[in-house]
T-cell receptor, first 110, second 115 residues
Framework: EADIYQTPRYLVIGTGKKITLECSQT?????MYWYQQDPGMELHLIHY???????EKGDLSSESTVSRIRTEHFPLTLESARPSHTSQYLC?????????FGQGTRLTVV | AQKITQTQPGMFVQEKEAVTLDCTYDTSDPSYGLFWYKQPSSGEMIFLIY??????QNATEGRYSLNFQKARKSANLVISASQLGDSAMYFC????????????FGKGTKLSVKP
C-alpha cells in the first residue's frame, strides 16, 4: 500500500482566503507532483519537483505555488482562493516505477 | 508533442465478461512507459499495470492485461471476468524523457459493469 497522504480530504472555503493543501510521503521518493482534476475529467499536471529545493510548473497554468523544503513534504498554496479554483487536487510521488497517488483534496471555493 | 488518446468516454460490460479499453499514444521518444490507473468514485488513483516500450511480452497483473501493439502505438487494457467493483474511471498514461519523466494522462474511460 502506498504511503502518501493528503490533508484535508475535503475543504470548503470562502473567496479570498489563503489555503495550503498538504501532501506527505514516506517512501523516500525524490519526484513529486500535483495534478488538478475536474470531476470525471482528465488529470492536468500543475507542479512537480525533482527533489529538495526543486519546483517546476506543469503543463496547466495555475495560480498556486509549491515548496519542497523536505523530501517527504510537498505542500501547495493558494494565496487568494477563487471559485475558479474549485476542483480536486491530487498529489503523487514516484521512484523509478509507477507514481503513487494520495487520496486527493476536493476543494470548493464559495 | 506527446499525447494520450482514449476514444471511449463510456463503456458498459456485463458482469463476468471481458472488456477492452482503448488507448493510443504518440511520442518521438524510443524509450517510454505506459501505465493504466483506476479511479473509483471515491477519487483515489489506483495503479493497475505497466508496460515498458522495450518489453517483449504484454504485461499481465491478475485479471488485467495490456495488449501492447508498438507499431500501432496502442496499449489497450483488457479486464477479464468483470466484477461490479470494476466500475470506475480508467486512465491511460505515459511517461518519457519528452515529458521530463512526468506522467501525462488521457481523458479517461468510464466503465460501468452491469449485474
Amino acid at each position: 500500500e502506498a504511503d502518501i497522504y493528503q490533508t484535508p480530504r475535503y475543504l470548503v472555503i470562502g473567496t479570498g482566503k489563503k489555503i495550503t493543501l498538504e501532501c506527505s510521503q514516506t517512501m523516500g521518493h525524490d519526484k513529486m507532483y500535483w495534478y488538478q482534476q475536474d470531476p470525471g475529467m482528465e488529470l492536468h499536471l500543475i507542479h512537480y519537483s525533482y527533489g529538495v529545493n526543486s519546483t517546476e510548473k506543469g503543463d496547466l497554468s495555475s495560480e498556486s505555488t509549491v515548496s519542497r523544503i523536505r523530501t517527504e513534504h510537498f505542500p501547495l498554496t493558494l494565496e487568494s482562493a477563487r471559485p475558479s479554483h474549485t476542483s480536486q487536487y491530487l498529489c503523487a510521488s514516484s521512484g523509478r516505477g509507477e507514481a503513487f497517488f494520495g487520496q486527493g483534496t476536493r476543494l470548493t471555493v464559495v | 508533442a506527446q499525447k494520450i488518446t482514449q476514444t471511449q468516454p463510456g463503456m458498459f460490460v456485463q458482469e463476468k465478461e471481458a472488456v477492452t479499453l482503448d488507448c493510443t499514444y504518440d511520442t518521438s521518444d524510443p524509450s517510454y512507459g505506459l501505465f493504466w490507473y483506476k479511479q473509483p468514485s471515491s477519487g483515489e488513483m489506483i495503479f493497475l499495470i505497466y508496460q515498458g516500450s522495450y518489453d517483449q511480452q504484454n504485461a499481465t497483473e491478475g485479471r488485467y492485461s495490456l495488449n501492447f501493439q508498438k507499431a500501432r502505438k496502442s496499449a489497450n487494457l483488457v479486464i477479464s471476468a468483470s466484477q461490479l467493483g470494476d466500475s470506475a474511471m480508467y486512465f491511460c498514461a505515459m511517461r518519457s524523457l519528452e515529458s521530463q519523466g512526468n506522467l501525462i494522462f488521457g481523458k479517461g474511460t468510464k466503465l460501468s459493469v452491469k449485474p
